[in-house]
């Protein structure tokens, strides 16, 4: 395993992760031709969706070999609308390449994937890609790391050799030599000459400096007054790499093939093998204290389900991470989540679309299995004899929602059927019935992601499917603190049952979702068994749920039992249930509830002379600016808050009042009060 490198390939999109990772491929000598992605030609890119539309929708799979090593790299989507597809894959990498357009640094969506690698304490390296395009400035992009990073410290390990057009290749500060690429038809050739030029020194020292901050022996050769030679300040990036306190900042172009096999040999020295991680943690089934299970083949089973795909063929895969043990064709596996069986009929090596079978899997590799109907995004496979949960990949609740309908009714049971298997894959997609209407609604988390769905539709499953406008999905809070009390009283078969529950309603802070307490003088109360007190959390939780305005869910309350009425014999724990719903109901009720609509962060890039243009329709559009920012090259930059649903159709008429010169991103921040 010492010699497995998980990763994951990340940036913002439009960056050129999909380009590179193309490069990379083709370098490694994985495949014989170049796919471009303008061309829809790329490899990881198999959906005919991502083709045509030039984007990657769903996170894609593959594995190459470089120097020795094994590398199981996932390429996955920059646009805010496949989030989840980031979220699950961080989630089960060691480590990661975060790719930055070199013209723009750090934009919205490379900030969000940046955040989510913190989330799951993934350490990266940085690439500044794009170094040729006019604007690029690898300082700027620096700069741009620190100031929205600055828990990280952040050093480039290259210096530029000419800047845009004239970018002719870096100097290496941790070898000490310049390397220049003189083929640019052919990322592999290139050209290496010893020693650094004066700025490229100064770029070295600077470089020890940081590392100084975060490593003990840079810190003990810069007090010596000593230079780091090449292997000792290579251990040291490693080091500091692996402790997520470092990120090495390289620099190339991926669509030129300029650094592409420096990258895959930073990959291969500064990220973790998954010997180098801390071993997975979960919980026994049931309860009780965190366990940790070492990263063995010979150990007993531990892999976890982080995606499901339908693939081209429409079969159910099944992609693991297998942290612990081996894995065989039939064999049975343990869904210590679900606590049931299931057997493994294939294991897949994969290679976007493309699958090699193989007869076993073991501890750090990557794969897709067929056979498992019922395990879900997030599950943990276990040996049966020694069960094991990992903490779940965390969800992401749908923000907007959209009618959906087929030309005849004998199309609505396949509609639904194929609804469901989409919704197997995407944690984020919902779709049901309208109580009201008795239409179909789907739901998720933007308009290109219902649009994407609805194309599947029509294309995948051969539905001829029309939507409606899109509407966001609202919740619901309180803004000051209520209390309330209800009895349940009734007489069942000449049976007495009984009870009372007293709650108090209160705000939260937004995003902090619902808390479920009990009172002190309540939880010690003897007869509180841990059923009655699951049940008043369960009736809480769904009172909730129904809201107390309009039906939509409450958020950012804190709700907590503050009495209870016992009587022996009459009082029964479903009673309990009953009756925390109701109080709930009634003492949200009370609390001056309001309605809470979806907020997204948008960053506008608009040349100087559309400024005003782009501020006043933001306005329009009640749009509240933040920052404006230069960006150089006669651009400005507007960060702006505005609600969601003031931001449909905002992309065509940005078009139009900029002639097309304008560019825009907007992803879900919060849910807030209604303006």
């Given at each position: 395993m010492r010699a497995i490198r998980n990763l994951g390939i990340m940036a913002h999109i439009d960056a050129g992760k999909t380009t590179l990772t193309e490069r990379l491929l083709f370098v490694a000598g994985r495949t014989h031709r170049m796919g471009e992605v303008h061309e829809g030609q790329a490899v990881m890119d198999w959906m005919a969706l991502e083709k045509e539309r030039g984007i990657t929708i769903t996170s894609a799979v593959t594995s190459l070999a470089w120097r020795g090593q094994e590398l199981h790299l996932v390429d996955t989507p920059g646009h805010v609308d496949f989030t989840i597809e980031v979220e699950r894959s961080l989630r089960v990498l060691d480590g990661a390449v975060a790719v930055f357009d070199a013209a723009h640094g750090v934009e919205p969506q490379g900030e969000a994937v940046w955040r989510q690698a913190d989330r799951y304490r993934v350490p990266r390296i940085a690439f500044a890609n794009k170094m040729d395009r006019v604007g690029a400035d690898l300082g700027a992009t620096l700069a741009s790391l620190r100031r929205h990073f600055p828990g990280h410290a952040v050093a480039a390990v290259h210096h530029p050799i000419g800047a845009e057009a004239a970018f002719a290749g870096f100097e290496d500060l941790v070898a000490r030599r310049a390397v220049r690429f003189d083929d640019p038809g052919d990322p592999r050739a290139f050209a290496a000459t010893p020693g650094l030029s004066p700025a490229g020194e100064a770029a070295r020292?600077?470089?020890?400096?940081?590392?100084?901050?975060?490593?003990?022996?840079?810190?003990?050769?810069?007090?010596?007054?000593?230079?780091?030679?090449?292997?000792?300040?290579?251990?040291?990036?490693?080091?500091a790499t692996l402790s997520g306190r470092f990120t090495p900042l390289l620099c190339g172009s991926a669509l030129h093939n300029k650094g592409i096999p420096q990258l895959l040999d930073a990959v291969c020295d500064w990220l973790p093998s998954p010997l180098d991680v801390a071993p997975p943690?979960?919980?026994?089934?049931?309860?009780?204290?965190?366990?940790?299970?070492?990263?063995?083949?010979?150990?007993?089973?531990?892999?976890?389900?982080?995606?499901?795909?339908?693939?081209?063929?429409?079969?159910?895969?099944?992609?693991?991470?297998?942290?612990?043990?081996?894995?065989?064709?039939?064999e049975e596996v343990w869904n210590a989540s679900r606590g049931r069986a299931e057997r493994v009929s294939r294991i897949l090596l994969m290679h976007a679309a493309q699958k090699t079978r193989v007869p076993a899997a073991a501890a750090g590799q990557i794969v897709a299995v067929m056979g498992l109907k019922e395990t879900r995004t997030g599950d943990t496979l276990s040996d049966r004899a020694h069960p094991m949960?990992?903490?779940?990949?965390?969800?992401?609740?749908?923000?907007?929602?959209?009618?959906?309908?087929?030309?005849?009714?004998?199309?609505?049971?396949?509609?639904?059927?194929?609804?469901?298997?989409?919704?197997?894959?995407?944690?984020?997609?919902?779709?049901?019935?309208?109580?009201?209407?008795?239409?179909?609604?789907?739901?998720?988390?933007?308009?290109?992601h219902l649009e994407v769905v609805a194309e599947r539709l029509r294309r995948e499953f051969g539905l001829a499917v029309r939507t409606g406008r899109p509407q966001v999905l609202l919740r619901e809070t309180v803004?000051?603190?209520?209390?309330?009390?209800?009895?349940?009283?009734?007489?069942?078969?000449?049976?007495?049952?009984?009870?009372?529950?007293?709650?108090?309603?209160?705000?939260?802070p937004r995003g902090a979702g619902l808390r479920f307490a009990l009172a002190p003088e309540v939880a010690a109360r003897p007869f509180l068994r841990e059923e009655v007190r699951r049940l008043l959390e369960e009736g809480a939780r769904e009172a909730a749920e129904g809201g107390a305005l309009e039906g939509h869910p409450l958020q950012d309350l804190e709700v907590t039992v503050t009495g209870l009425a016992w009587r022996e014999g009459a009082s029964k724990p479903f009673a309990y249930k009953v009756a925390a719903a109701d109080a709930v109901r009634r003492a949200a009720a009370r609390a001056a509830p309001v309605l809470l609509e979806p907020v997204a962060r948008v960053e506008v890039v608009a040349p100087t002379e559309r400024l005003g243009e782009v501020i006043g329709s933001l306005d329009r559009r009640r749009g509240a600016v933040l920052d404006v920012a230069d960006r150089g090259a006669g651009a400005k930059v507007v960060s702006a808050e505005a609600p969601l649903r003031a931001l449909f159709g905002y992309a065509t008429e940005l078009r139009s009042l900029s002639q097309g010169r304008a560019q825009f991103t907007m992803r879900f921040d919060r849910f807030d009060a209604a303006r």
């Open positions: 020292r600077a470089l020890l400096e940081t590392l100084a901050d975060v490593d003990d022996a840079a810190l003990a050769a810069a007090l010596d007054g000593r230079d780091l030679p090449e292997a000792e300040l290579r251990a040291a990036v490693r080091r943690a979960g919980a026994a089934p049931g309860g009780g204290p965190p366990v940790t299970r070492a990263a063995e083949e010979e150990g007993p089973l531990l892999a976890l389900a982080f995606k499901v795909s339908l693939l081209d063929e429409k079969r159910r895969h099944v992609f693991l991470r297998i942290y612990a043990g081996r894995l065989a064709e039939g949960v990992l903490e779940p990949i965390g969800g992401y609740e749908p923000v907007i929602s959209q009618s959906i309908e087929t030309a005849t009714l004998a199309e609505r049971e396949p509609l639904q059927e194929a609804l469901a298997r989409i919704a197997d894959e995407d944690p984020t997609f919902r779709s049901g019935e309208d109580r009201d209407t008795g239409q179909l609604v789907i739901s998720g988390m933007g308009e290109l803004t000051a603190p209520a209390v309330a009390e209800s009895t349940f009283e009734r007489k069942l078969e000449e049976e007495e049952i009984f009870a009372q529950v007293a709650v108090r309603v209160a705000p939260l």
